[in-house]
T-cell receptor, first 112, second 116 residues
Framework: GQSLEQPSEVTAVEGAIVQINCTYQTSGFYGLSWYQQHDGGAPTFLSYNALDGLEETGRFSSFLSRSDSYGYLLLQELQMKDSASYFCAVRDLDSGYSTLTFGKGTMLLVSP | DAGVIQSPRHEVTEMGQEVTLRCKPISGHDYLFWYRQTMMRGLELLIYFNNNVPIDDSGMPEDRFSAKMPNASFSTLKIQPSEPRDSAVYFC??????????????FGPGTRLTVT
């Protein structure tokens, strides 16, 4: 089966940089996605990594190391509106490549 | 496009009653997913469809749960009879086919179900 580990909570201040880590154990790993969910809202797609390295999209970047079964989401120039839960999700053989298995999420609290 | 549409947004029902949740995916999307989210178990995949055909329902917790997709623009998730432990937020998501369809899913606003 699959397992994904990410911290339950991270705190930071406005303007800072924060990194949310995700480690996974899975069969036939194919890629790692990141989603954001505000309280009471729906998850929204942020990024996807299938290959090693860093993918940058504005203030957000995502990194993957397949050999270490590890990835992270990097948020720069934090804003109050970034306070939300962040989920990593794997696409793998167990999920038939057509679905995602989500981690339990990391709650990010941004303070002034 | 209006995005994924779910109804109702909130549902409060008594134990033993039938509950039907509805979903309209984004037009042109080939995949439809039903998820359940709770604090204890996180976001769990219940079932997914490809081109209206159920592909994997291994996440459906019990026979009390059933899902249908009679056409490309409509799906239902039914719980009969409902139990208090079914209380959760139920999300419907859709995605296009091809590579992106595997990892970029578009979620509806969810249905918050409370069973008393």
């Amino acid at each position: 089966g699959q397992s994904l580990e990410q911290p339950s909570e991270v705190t930071a201040v406005e303007g800072a940089i924060v990194q949310i880590n995700c480690t996974y154990q899975t069969s036939g790993f194919y890629g790692l996605s990141w989603y954001q969910q505000h309280d009471g809202g729906a998850p929204t797609f942020l990024s996807y990594n299938a290959l090693d390295g860093l993918e940058e999209t504005g203030r957000f970047s995502s990194f993957l190391s397949r050999s270490d079964s590890y990835g992270y989401l990097l948020l720069q120039e934090l804003q109050m509106k970034d306070s939300a839960s962040y989920f990593c999700a794997v696409r793998d053989l167990d999920s038939g490549y057509s679905t995602l298995t989500f981690g339990k999420g990391t709650m990010l609290l941004v303070s002034p | 496009d209006a995005g994924v549409i779910q109804s109702p947004r909130h549902e409060v029902t008594e134990m033993g009653q039938e509950v039907t949740l509805r979903c309209k995916p984004i037009s042109g999307h080939d995949y439809l997913f039903w998820y359940r989210q709770t604090m204890m178990r996180g976001l769990e995949l219940l079932i997914y469809f490809n081109n209206n055909v159920p592909i994997d329902d291994s996440g459906m917790p019990e026979d009390r749960f059933s899902a249908k997709m009679p056409n490309a623009s409509f799906s239902t998730l039914k719980i009969q009879p409902s139990e208090p432990r079914d209380s959760a937020v139920y999300f419907c998501a859709s995605s296009p086919g091809g590579q992106a369809g595997s990892y970029e899913q578009y979620f509806g606003p969810g249905t918050r179900l409370t069973v008393t």
